[in-house]
């Protein structure tokens, strides 16, 4: 049993920051000891006020006085919810390695960060090493479905062949954030419009689950594609937050694909419109040949604060430097340490 407490503070209260910090809140062997954020509404209140359970000690600092408040608060851990791209994300995760904290990341593109931001993570990498600390990017979707799941699989294999992974979601199940990044309502010019300017993004990760998945395997992937479209409505319908007529979007179809020697070896595919089931299944072609289904899917927003809250104990241990999924353990749930 660990003795002294991880000390934790959560940089960016978003809907996944105020669910990290609310699991941390209820673990023994975690101290949280404040957030970061810019929203005027939350800068300078409790943290456990935000949360509805009173004050805790927690203050929500602004991100203009990060370094100081991550190194003055004594922290261990820094867990960073703020952005998708590395490249956004970059001037945060260094203010909290350079105040002395470990980071565990939801960026997505920071679970393979070669792949898009190969300088940005190289430069990463040599600081955390200098601070002595440890930074990783992990979630559900990069972090599990797409790539350490699939990996953990393939260890009763003694050959694999080519790996598939589909996940499907009921889009109208999901938050507002989710059904507007993934285009509901729009016309399909729109979309395409759109996804082209970065005005909305769908699934961004593809290409650094296949990355992370063959650095898992040990196999050299010589080319990636990754493609979205759009599912068009085939008829009226209705989200909590969207009206979508017949002929606009509905969801995406989004394909992630890895080549070894011209030949598909990781196949992901995403769909996510309104009214699927949902289900997460995993075919490996191989010896022996597999096939893993989870019949009620794996929640986005829960497993994600999940798989970040149990990754903290990992990352505290770990080696110095950018990491990835691939350097840890396997992943499970920490009740107590």
Known sequence: ??????????????????????????????????????????VGRDVGELLGLGSIGARVAHDDEAIGFIKNSNVDVVVHTVTTYLDKAYKQLEKAINAGAH?????????????????????LDALAKSKNVSVIGTGVNPGFIFDTLPAFLTSVCIRVDRIKVVRSIDASKRRYPFQKKYGLSLRPDEFYDKMKKGEITAH?????SIMLISSMLGVKIDRVVE????????????TKYFDIPEGHVAG??????????NKEFVVLELIASVGRSDYDEIIIE????????????TSGDIATAAMVT?????????KPGLLTMADISIPSIKVNI
């Open 1 to 42: 049993m660990r003795s002294k407490k991880i000390r934790v503070i959560v940089y960016g209260l978003g809907a996944i920051g105020m669910l990290i910090a609310k699991h941390l809140y209820d673990k023994e062997w975690a101290e949280l000891v404040g957030a970061i954020d810019i929203d005027p509404s939350k």
């Open 103 to 123: 980071v565990v990341s939801t960026s997505e593109t920071l679970a393979y960060p070669w792949y898009r931001f190969p300088d940005l993570a190289n430069k």
């Open 204 to 208: 961004v990760g593809y290409a650094e």
């Open 227 to 238: 493609k979205q479209e759009p599912v068009i409505a085939d008829k009226h319908m209705k």
């Open 252 to 261: 995406i179809r989004g394909l992630g694909i890895g080549f070894v020697n």
């Open 286 to 297: 191989g010896v022996p040949p597999l096939k893993w289904r989870n019949e009620y899917g």
């Open 310 to 318: 149990n990754m903290i104990p990992k990352i505290v241990n770990a």
